[in-house]
């Protein structure tokens, strides 16, 4: 498939993912939600860290593309959604880090964006926020499930209900981002987190995002039972094999990802 959003860049591993609408502070139509289903369906198989970005120095995602919804009937809002909401459960379920690079605005579906990521960091003048209720509608890329998961019911619902739009040092406080940065270092921290990501024994992480996912949704004994099943999977890797025995052997491992 062309894209015409989506902007892309492969470097040793990692996997820049650039979502591109200028005009429209990235807004997303069901264009690019189109683009990033194929995007991460045919996801370059090399890539072990996915960093996703918005274009420009204004906005990450500027939330759905209002101009597109205006017009929507039920059955269409109700198919927009389970678009966007597929997709982003797509990005959540990869069996890699993500790593979303909030640049700017993050308002609506560009805040269910970044919080389908596994990670996110954030440009100081970076604004999260759920504003749909102003325009009539609820958060329908899976904020109402995502927001109150990360940072709480009490203020995910302050957040939803009020509409109010929050600054980075504030999204800092919540745990809505891990990290702050000024504009110009975002990118260079996020392939550093990602380069230190990259030392690791991929499958292990993988298993560890499945069993912290996964786990999450489970109570207590169901967890542990499901991270003692991961935990023995990676005695079945080579992974494990090389990274104990240059632990024993006072050497730097070298991961094949098997
Ligand atoms: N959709 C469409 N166009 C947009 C959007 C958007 N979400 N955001 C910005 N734009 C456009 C503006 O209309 C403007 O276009 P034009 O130049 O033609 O007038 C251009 O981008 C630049 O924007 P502004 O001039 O408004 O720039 P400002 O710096 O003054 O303001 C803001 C920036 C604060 C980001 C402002 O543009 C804004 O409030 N945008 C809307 C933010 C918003 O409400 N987002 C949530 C949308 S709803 C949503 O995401 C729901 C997700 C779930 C959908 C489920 C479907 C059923």
Do not use: W
Not at 94 to 111: S, Y
């Amino acid at each position: 498939m062309e894209y015409n959003f989506l902007k892309i860049e492969h470097n040793n591993g990692v996997t820049v993912l650039t979502i591109s609408a200028p005009k429209t502070l990235n807004a997303l139509n069901s264009s690019i939600l189109k683009e990033l289903n194929d995007f991460i369906d045919n996801l370059e198989p090399t890539t072990r860290v996915l960093i996703i970005t918005g274009d420009g120095e204004k906005s990450f995602v500027a939330g759905a593309d209002i101009s597109e919804m205006v017009h929507l009937n039920e059955a269409q809002g109700h198919e927009f959604g389970r678009l966007g909401a597929q997709v982003f459960r797509k990005i959540e379920v990869l069996p890699i880090p993500v790593i979303a690079a909030v640049n700017g605005f993050a308002l609506g579906g560009g805040c269910e964006l970044a919080m389908s990521c596994d990670i996110r960091i954030c440009s100081a003048n970076a604004k999260f926020g759920q504003p749909e209720v102003g325009l009539g509608i609820i958060p329908g890329f899976s904020g109402t499930y995502r927001l109150p998961k990360l940072i709480g019911q009490g203020y995910a619902k302050e957040m939803i209900y009020t509409g109010k739009v929050i600054r980075s040092d504030e999204a800092l406080r919540i745990g809505l981002v891990n990290a702050v940065y000024e504009p110009a270092e975002l990118m260079g921290k996020a392939m550093e987190m990602a380069a230190m990501m990259l030392k690791n024994a991929p499958v292990a992480i993988g298993l560890a995002k499945q069993s912290i996912n996964e786990g999450y949704d489970l109570d207590a004994d169901g967890a542990i039972a499901l991270e003692n099943k991961l935990f023995g999977k990676c005695f079945a890797t080579a992974d494990q094999k090389e990274g104990m025995d240059a632990f024993l052997n006072k050497r730097e491992a070298t991961f094949k990802g098997e």
